[in-house]
C-alpha cells in the first residue's frame, strides 16, 4: 500500500473590489499601488476557495497479484509467498486504520484559498502553520504602513482603514500593534526587546521605519494550531496571539497604508 500526497499551487492575489477607491491592483494582481489620497487598505481575495490549494491523502493500493506473481509449487516458496502475502496486508490494514483516523479526526480533506492559508473544507477551520511574503517596494519615509490579517470583507472606517475591526491582527511600521482591532503596542519605543532582531539597525531607522521600510520583504505567518500571528522584517520579528473567540475564523491578507503614494506586492 502506498500513500500519496498530491500538491497544487495558486498564487495569491489582491482584490480588485475590497480596497479603498484610490488603491489600484494591476493586471496580475500581485502588485497594489496607492497613489496620494489620505488615507487607504486593500485586502486578498477570499479566504475559502475550494480546490485553489488542495493537499490531501489519497490511499492507492498495489494488488498483492501484481507483486508475488510467482506461483512456484516448491512447498517452501509457497510457504514463503503465503508469509509475504500476509506481512503485506498487515501493513494494508495499518495504513488503512491510520487513514480512516486522520480521516475522523480532519472530517474532510485539507485544503487552501488563494491566500495559502489551509483550511479544513468542511468546516471551514483553518488547522496548521502556512505564511505569506509580502515585499514593500515603495513607501514614503515619513509615513507608515500597517501589515496583517482579518476577515475577509471587513469593513473600512471613514478613514479608509481595517486595522480597527474587531477582525483585525497586525502591525503598523512604526511599532503599533493590534490584535482583534484594539492596540496592544502603543509604538517602537514599548515593543519587547525579544521582538528586535538588529537593535543597532533598528535604533537607527526613522520612526515610521522601525517594523519595515520601502525594499523591505516582510514575512506573515498565520499559525492556526498555536493560533498566532508572527510578522518578520529584516529588524523585527514579533508574534501576536489570536483571541480565542476569532479560533475558527477565515482569514485573508489585510494591508493599510497611511498618506503619500506606496506600492506593496505579493511574492
Known sequence: MLLVMDYDDTAARWSPEKKWENVSVDPSGTIAT???????????????????????GDVRTLSSRTIFTASDQHPGRRLAVAVSLLLC??????LLMYW??????????LTTNSDGLVVVSSTHLCIACVCRKVKVDKKPANNSLFIGVSA?????????????????????????????????IDNHNTLPASSILQVDL??????????????????????????????????????????????????????NFSEGDHQIELL
Open 34 to 56: 496607492k497613489m496620494g489620497g489620505e488615507w487607504g487598505y486593500i485586502q486578498t481575495t477570499e479566504a475559502i476557495s475550494q480546490g485553489v490549494y488542495t493537499w490531501y
Open 89 to 94: 496486508m498487515m501493513l494494508r490494514c495499518l
Open 152 to 184: 475577509p470583507g471587513s469593513q473600512p472606517s471613514n478613514d479608509g482603514w481595517t486595522d480597527g475591526d474587531p477582525s483585525s491582527y497586525g502591525m503598523w511600521s512604526y511599532g503599533e500593534v493590534r490584535a482583534a482591532g484594539q492596540k496592544i
Open 100 to 109: 480512516v483516523s486522520c480521516s475522523i479526526a480532519f472530517r474532510s480533506f
Open 202 to 255: 533598528f535604533k537607527q531607522r526613522g520612526s515610521n521605519d522601525k517594523v519595515f521600510r520601502a525594499g523591505h520583504e516582510v514575512v506573515v505567518v498565520l499559525d492556526c494550531t498555536a493560533h498566532t500571528l508572527k510578522l518578520q522584517s529584516p529588524t523585527v520579528q514579533h508574534v501576536i496571539s489570536i483571541k480565542q473567540q476569532h479560533h475558527k475564523q477565515q482569514w485573508v491578507l489585510n494591508v
